[in-house]
């Protein structure tokens, strides 16, 4: 099946690629939205993009050779944007894209370890060379720690019932295990109608194996700096601790509430000055959420800098 990409046509709006543009893909995945940026910008765009994941970037280097020298892929973190910029030789960028939504291909491989209903081990790594794994995470914090992972990151509010049973059970070593006994910890009553009860403590957990968080943080001020004057920078997230990063950012505003911690001073009113290229998210459309049901909970933020 021909994977098509969350928002693609969204993108590419905003966006707005063009012949001769440098434009940046900071998770690749499949490739879908590096493709049509690619197209659009042909035939003289460059496009750097960047996964965690090296079987993604094999299989993107076979799927992408037809681009010849206009495709560059790196095996690394979104957040080292700049040192791929300085290895590219290239001081700004027309248009940066951020989709931080998993790949159907690892969410689909139980041997990941990042689905709840497909049994594997507890890995969850977007890096297969990452030192911290989900099992590490499992049945090595302590009852506080994973409190507050779960309810910083999952906004679990049985956080404090599922750590102690975790805890009570270990050793924990598969993803079904696992998932049976959130479940266990959340009374029947409070299962959410329409996802599985331990979606938000898997997610909890994937978001400290990968340093998620710290990994956005540290990304947009350096995007925001990359960009030139004119130039867009796109963010999909789909859930609300994302969202309201990137949003704050956007808006000027990068304090965050949730993770009181000020980014670097490259930011929106102390050096680029962004402009929200509109108030509230892009979301799919309902023909969209009908085709692939993943992107329901996609939003797609977007600013243009204006100096």
């Known amino acids: 099946m ?27 995945g499949e490739g879908g939205h590096a493709r049509a940026i690619l197209d659009r910008s042909s035939p003289d765009g460059h496009l750097a993009g960047t996964d965690l994941d090296s079987a993604s ?23 080292d944007i700049d040192a791929v910029c300085l290895m590219l030789g290239w001081d700004n960028l027309d248009g940066i894209l951020l989709d931080l939504g998993m790949s159907s291909a690892a969410l689909d491989d139980p ?8 049994d594997g ?64 910890a959340i009374p029947r009553r409070f299962w959410p109608a329409k996802i599985h ?4 403590s898997f997610q909890a957990i994937r978001m400290e194996v990968n340093g998620e968080v710290s990994s956005i943080e540290e990304f947009l001020p350096k995007a925001a700096s990359l960009l030139k004057p004119g130039g867009v920078m796109a963010v999909i997230s ?49 023909q969209e959420i009908l085709d692939n049901p993943r992107s329901r909970s996609a939003h ?3 600013a243009r800098r204006v100096s």
């Open 2 to 28: 021909l994977h098509v990409p969350v928002l693609l046509k969204e993108v590419i709006e905003v966006i707005m690629p063009i012949d001769g543009g440098r434009y940046f893909d900071g998770t690749m």
């Open 57 to 79: 970037i094999s299989r993107l280097t076979e799927n992408l050779k037809d681009y010849g020298e206009r495709v560059h892929l790196f095996n690394k973190n979104f957040k």
């Open 111 to 118: 041997l990941r370890g990042f689905s709840f209903s497909l």
């Open 121 to 184: 081990p507890l890995d969850m790594r977007f890096s297969p060379n990452a030192v911290t794994d989900a099992r590490d995470v499992v049945n090595e914090y302590d009852e506080q720690r994973l409190v507050h992972i779960l309810k910083t990151y999952g906004e679990e509010r049985f956080a404090k019932r599922i750590a102690r049973r975790v805890i009570d059970s270990r050793p924990i070593n598969t993803t079904s295990e696992l998932a049976r006994i959130i479940s266990s």
């Open 197 to 200: 009860p331990a979606t938000k």
């Open 238 to 286: 789909y859930h609300s601790i994302e969202d309201r990063i990137v949003k704050r950012f956007l808006s000027g505003n990068p304090e965050s509430k949730v993770f009181p911690r000020r980014l670097p001073d490259e930011l929106p009113g102390k050096g680029p000055v962004l402009s929200r290229l509109s108030n509230k998210p892009i979301t799919p459309s309902d």
């Open 300 to 302: 797609l933020r977007a």
